[in-house]
């Protein structure tokens, strides 16, 4: 865990963001890949909502990242 770090939805929000620009995958894209609507995807960029657990690690494994790192609780993103 970062040292005296705790979950922040912006930091989940950001890295999703950063990590689906890196791979130039579109949000319809990321939807069939991962098995989850569009519009989730678009919710979960937007800041809008959060995913469940089970979506988190859809996206996760789909963009090949940690969860932690997803969430901010670590800085590697495997």
């Known amino acids: 865990m970062v040292k005296g770090q705790k979950f922040n939805p912006k930091v989940f929000q950001r890295r999703f963001r950063e ?13 069939q890949v991962m098995g989850i609507t569009q519009a989730s995807i678009s919710r979960f960029l937007g800041g809008y ?3 469940r657990l089970s979506a988190l690690f859809k996206i996760a494994r789909g963009l090949g990242v940690s969860t932690d790192w997803l969430i901010g ?6």
């Not at 609780?73 to 495997?78: E, F, G, M, V």
């Open 49 to 51: 909502s959060l995913p």
């Open 19 to 31: 990590v689906c620009a890196e791979k130039g995958l579109s949000q319809l894209r990321l939807a």
């Open 73 to 78: 609780l670590k800085n590697r993103k495997r």
